[in-house]
């Protein structure tokens, strides 16, 4: 009995020990060893928090309270009104929320949401100027990092910024990478010379791509103008996208059901990686900044706009990145082996390359979030892509332009750019020498 508890205790003593040598325990064992990335990632968790829970920190509604008898929880309330599955009293579309006659309430940290206008501190009042406070107690109401020309508190701005900023970054990079990884890894599994594909596949999927595009864009123009004044672009955009892959599956189908035909299925080799090498060179000779504006010009202001569409221009450098990764993946042995063993080409491409080929693209995910930040930042300071009731902090700089002595204006949003940006170029150095393969010991 003790032989085999002893015996089983060194087994498992060998697994861990595997497992403290496999490759991702030795990427995070050097990462670790980069404070910079390391206090970076700690960071990041916390402009996630804030971005998350930020109608919890700065917000004019109560958290939670107690009011005719009812304890009521309108933060959580306003989420259901925004979806339209509930709506408010009237009692709170006529008074303001301070003015209501609580039995018990706790408000939140910062007693403002971004859009909170307070008359009595209009006309950019700093930090450190003299204010008028109406609410008790009044160190709570005190605007910490001033007031913009609305009355509209900074600090609560910055908050509410934040959240635009990390979601503007992570679901563009989000977006990028699927299409990116997707015609990347089709591009460098099958390079030149390893996709057959039959005839009849061939000119239907070309017939097929410019049917796509004739139902899916230009046919739907109408559509496209009455979504930029009416909004529902999002919307326009995504229904476009579903129309193309519909009738490009259509034209598959077709082709699947006209193969047994013996000339229209003989099998003809198709060089996928030089087109998507030449697409993506036609693609990234449009300035991406010009892209931006022309798309941003013609709909409606919206920050789900902005991540969409900088998002569909950002892909290409992760398609070429796990593309090159692929080329090398391609031939080692455990993928030689699934094909030997019979596995489709789409399960070894799913399950077997594209997770060992992903190194690559992670670093080129950090350091776009960090490029996704700035080009929002960049439109907002201009005042372009963006509803006007929109708070971010590109929109605060660009009223710090329009009064030069509001210092608390450029100084906040500016520094939180500057970190933001910092970080994830940070996170990005800090992977490319944890994924070194040379610097694992």
């Excluded at 990347?184 to 030149?192: K, T, V, W």
Aim: with cysteine; aromatic share 12%; glycine share 6%.
């Amino acid at each position: 009995m003790l032989f085999r508890k002893k015996k089983a205790k060194e087994i498992e003593q060998a697994i861990l020990a595997n497992k403290d040598q496999s490759y991702w325990a030795n990427v995070r064992r050097q990462f670790r060893k980069n404070r910079l990335a390391v206090w970076s990632l700690r960071v990041f968790w916390g402009l996630l928090f804030v971005a998350i829970f930020a109608d919890f920190i700065a917000n004019e509604r109560p958290l939670l309270a107690k009011l005719d008898g009812e304890i009521i929880c309108p933060i959580v309330k306003n989420y259901g009104v925004k979806l339209g599955v509930s709506q408010w009293d009237e009692k709170f579309v006529v008074n303001r929320w301070n003015e209501h006659d609580y039995d018990w309430a706790f408000f939140p940290p910062i007693p403002y949401s971004a859009t909170t206008q307070d008359k009595y501190n209009r006309n950019y009042k700093g930090p450190f100027d003299e204010q008028r406070i109406k609410a008790t107690p009044e160190w709570r109401h005190w605007h910490w990092l001033g007031t913009d020309n609305l009355g509209r508190d900074v600090s609560a701005g910055m908050v509410h910024g934040t959240r635009v900023a990390v979601f503007v970054g992570v679901v563009a990079m989000f977006i990028a990478s699927i299409i990116g990884i997707f015609i990347g890894a089709l591009a460098g599994y099958f390079g030149d010379d390893r996709l057959q594909v039959s005839r009849i596949r061939i000119i239907l999927c070309i017939i097929g791509f410019f049917l796509a595009i004739f139902y899916a864009v230009i046919s739907r123009r109408n559509a496209y103008a009455v979504a930029a004044e009416d909004g529902g672009m999002a919307f326009q955009i995504l229904l476009s996208i579903a129309i193309f892959i519909g009738v490009m599956v259509l034209a598959n189908l077709l082709a699947s059901a006209l193969k047994p035909i013996k000339w229209l299925g003989h099998k003809t080799t198709v060089a996928l990686d030089i087109l998507v090498m030449r697409f993506i060179e036609v693609f990234n000779s449009i300035p991406g900044l010009l892209l931006i504006l022309s798309i941003v010009a013609i709909t409606k202001p919206s920050i789900v706009n902005v991540m969409i569409i900088i998002g569909l221009i950002s892909w290409t450098g992760i398609a070429r990145f796990i593309r090159a990764e692929l080329l090398k993946v391609r031939s080692l042995e455990y993928i030689e082996a699934a094909q030997a063993m019979g596995f489709s080409e789409r399960r070894i491409i799913m399950r077997h390359a594209i997770p060992n080929a992903l190194t690559p693209v992670l670093i080129a995910i950090a350091f776009g979030v960090a490029s996704a930040i700035l080009t929002e930042a960049f439109l907002s300071f201009l005042g372009i892509g963006l509803a006007a009731e929109d708070v971010t902090w590109g929109s605060l700089l660009n009223l710090a332009r329009k009064q030069f002595s509001a210092w608390w204006l450029a100084v906040f949003p500016g520094f939180a750019i500057f970190i933001t940006i910092t970080i994830f170029n940070l996170l990005g150095e800090g992977l490319t020498d944890a994924l070194d393969p040379r610097l694992k010991q």
